[in-house]
């Protein structure tokens, strides 16, 4: 479709309102799906016809160079650009501006958005019609104060304003995705900083839009977009992708197992007798999954995950390596790398009031918008039998629960034993209470 434009993909981020699973990975490697999000933004590129990538990393690259490499295996040619501080997104773009110094447009895509080419498109097609500084996509969103809004004027951009309290205007939002012309990239370096010391690419389009007809807008449909940006936002992800999948099983499928509906078992993946499986869900490799135990739609069990006898799993991402082995119940909930959860495991999901869950996000308390959500738990926590998890708790990485505890808090200190002390009374059998 674009003959020389390039992707700038920005994947430096530290993803704090998606921890406690981003403690252990970077934001663009969490998976819905059984693929990382990451994996989304570069296939949508290539499906425009963009050939070459450039990934601004800084929070655990490492990871990123190691699962992305050179992009071949998705038909990019990759390089990496590191930005010494995560200091937002005008930062971040400034940081590759030296290896894209030959570059007259560039398209900036973030790189924990959901998406497929179907919303590249009408931002590179706007732009190449009017040629403007820069064009920005915009899309229809249901909570405004949650998104940088925008207002607009026969297609051009008037106004940007951050999370505002109020909006009556029609509510479409910045897209994190642009095309910036090179007047627009070298603007990137002249930003001033926010009172927190960040430096936002919106403001320079801000400042742009100010001097009049000089930023487009494309809006793109909310269908074709998503922004994962809080742990719950992961679970729409993932449903969103398990939707479109085709029945694929070239794993092994006892006797006696039911798969109903589009269900991706992946290679080495093993479905013992009694499991029941309805979809659309995904078995990564190497699974094991069964006897007797009910995996419920919109489910993604990662590579090497274990699901045993009388689990049930619902509407939920079980990461690579997790022991769900019995007699446990998991719904509308993510579960990260390498947990065990002992016998009679069960995350409570919904409120006796039937409110939404309220959930901690840096420090403030959030209405998710979801009346069903269960728990969000970080890698290798371990939890014995019997505990119970309610709604909206967090758990960060390496923790044990004890047996029997009803965990109504986040558990927010890596490494931390949570267990009940009790007091025992011993009397002789058969003697009368005193």
Same mark, same amino acid.
């Given at each position: 479709?674009?003959?020389?434009?390039?992707? =700038?993909?920005?994947?430096? &981020?530290?993803?704090?309102?998606?921890?406690? =699973?981003?403690?252990?990975?970077?934001?663009?490697?969490?998976? %819905?799906?059984?693929?990382?999000?990451?994996?989304?933004?570069?296939?949508?590129?290539?499906?425009?016809?963009?050939?070459?990538?450039?990934? #601004?990393?800084?929070?655990?690259?490492?990871?990123?160079?190691?699962?992305?490499?050179?992009?071949?295996?998705?038909?990019?040619?990759?390089?990496?650009?590191?930005?010494?501080?995560?200091?937002?997104?005008?930062?971040?773009?400034?940081?590759?501006?030296? %290896?894209?110094?030959?570059?007259?447009?560039?398209?900036? %895509?973030? $790189? *924990?958005?959901?998406?497929?080419?179907?919303?590249?498109?009408?931002?590179?097609?706007?732009?190449?019609?009017?040629?403007? +500084?820069?064009?920005? &996509?915009?899309?229809?969103?249901?909570?405004?104060?949650?998104?940088?809004?925008?207002?607009?004027?026969?297609?051009?951009?008037?106004?940007?304003?951050?999370?505002?309290?109020?909006?009556?205007?029609?509510?479409? /939002?910045?897209?994190?995705?642009?095309?910036?012309?090179?007047? /627009?990239?070298? /603007?990137?370096?002249?930003?001033?900083?926010?009172?927190?010391?960040?430096?936002?690419?919106?403001?320079?389009?801000?400042?742009?839009?100010?001097?009049?007809?000089?930023?487009?807008?494309?809006?793109?449909?909310?269908?074709?977009?998503?922004? +994962?940006?809080?742990?719950?936002?992961? =679970?729409?992800?993932?449903?969103?992708?398990?939707?479109?999948?085709?029945?694929?099983?070239?794993?092994?499928?006892?006797?006696?197992? @039911?798969?109903?509906?589009?269900?991706?078992?992946?290679?080495?993946?093993?479905?013992?007798?009694? /499991?029941?499986?309805?979809?659309?869900?995904?078995?990564?490799?190497?699974?094991?999954?069964?006897?007797?135990?009910?995996?419920?739609?919109?489910?993604?069990?990662?590579?090497?995950?274990?699901? $045993?006898?009388?689990?049930?799993?619902?509407?939920?991402?079980?990461?690579?390596?997790?022991?769900?082995?019995?007699?446990?119940?998991?719904?509308?909930?993510?579960?990260?790398?390498?947990?065990?959860?002992?016998?009679?495991?069960?995350?409570?999901?919904?409120?006796?009031?039937?409110?939404?869950?309220?959930?901690?996000?840096? $420090?403030?308390? #959030?209405?998710?918008?979801?009346? !069903?959500?269960? +728990?969000?738990?970080?890698? @290798?926590?371990?939890?014995?039998?019997?505990? =119970?998890?309610?709604?909206?708790?967090?758990?960060?990485?390496?923790?044990?629960?004890?047996?029997?505890?009803?965990?109504?808090? *986040?558990?927010?200190?890596? &490494?931390?034993?949570?267990?009940?002390?009790?007091?025992?009374?011993?009397?002789?059998?058969?003697? !009368?209470?005193?």
């Amino acid at each position: 479709m674009v003959l020389g434009l390039l992707a =700038l993909i920005l994947a430096g &981020g530290r993803g704090e309102r998606l921890r406690p =699973l981003t403690l252990t990975r970077p934001k663009a490697l969490l998976e %819905v799906g059984g693929k990382p999000i990451l994996s989304y933004v570069l296939e949508a590129v290539r499906s425009v016809g963009i050939r070459e990538a450039v990934l #601004v990393v800084k929070y655990m690259e490492d990871a990123i160079r190691f699962w992305l490499k050179d992009g071949s295996s998705f038909g990019l040619k990759v390089s990496y650009v590191r930005q010494e501080e995560v200091r937002g997104t005008a930062d971040a773009i400034s940081s590759a501006l030296d %290896v894209l110094e030959s570059r007259e447009e560039v398209l900036v %895509v973030h $790189g *924990d958005l959901l998406i497929s080419g179907e919303a590249l498109r009408p931002v590179i097609e706007e732009h190449e019609k009017h040629k403007p +500084v820069a064009t920005l &996509g915009v899309v229809e969103v249901k909570r405004p104060s949650e998104f940088g809004m925008v207002l607009t004027e026969d297609g051009w951009l008037r106004d940007l304003i951050e999370k505002p309290s109020k909006w009556e205007w029609r509510p479409l /939002a910045n897209s994190g995705i642009y095309v910036l012309s090179r007047e /627009a990239l070298e /603007a990137m370096r002249e930003v001033k900083p926010t009172e927190e010391g960040e430096y936002r690419a919106t403001d320079v389009l801000k400042g742009f839009a100010q001097k009049g007809d000089y930023v487009r807008v494309a809006e793109i449909r909310a269908s074709d977009w998503l922004d +994962v940006g809080r742990p719950w936002d992961l =679970l729409e992800a993932n449903e969103r992708v398990l939707k479109s999948i085709e029945p694929d099983v070239r794993g092994d499928v006892e006797p006696g197992a @039911h798969i109903l509906g589009p269900v991706v078992v992946s290679e080495g993946a093993r479905i013992r007798s009694g /499991a029941y499986i309805e979809g659309p869900a995904y078995i990564g490799p190497g699974a094991d999954v069964g006897p007797n135990c009910y995996i419920r739609p919109y489910t993604s069990v990662g590579a090497k995950a274990r699901i $045993g006898n009388a689990c049930e799993i619902k509407n939920s991402i079980i990461m690579e390596g997790t022991h769900i082995a019995h007699l446990s119940y998991v719904g509308d909930s993510v579960i990260g790398a390498y947990c065990n959860l002992g016998a009679g495991t069960i995350t409570a999901n919904l409120r006796f009031d039937k409110a939404n869950i309220k959930m901690m996000v840096r $420090g403030r308390r #959030v209405d998710t918008g979801r009346r !069903k959500l269960g +728990v969000i738990m970080g890698d @290798h926590v371990q939890t014995g039998i019997g505990v =119970l998890l309610m709604p909206g708790v967090r758990i960060w990485p390496r923790c044990w629960i004890g047996p029997n505890l009803v965990v109504y808090k *986040d558990v927010t200190e890596e &490494g931390t034993f949570v267990l009940l002390e009790q007091e025992l009374a011993y009397r002789e059998a058969g003697a !009368k209470p005193t």
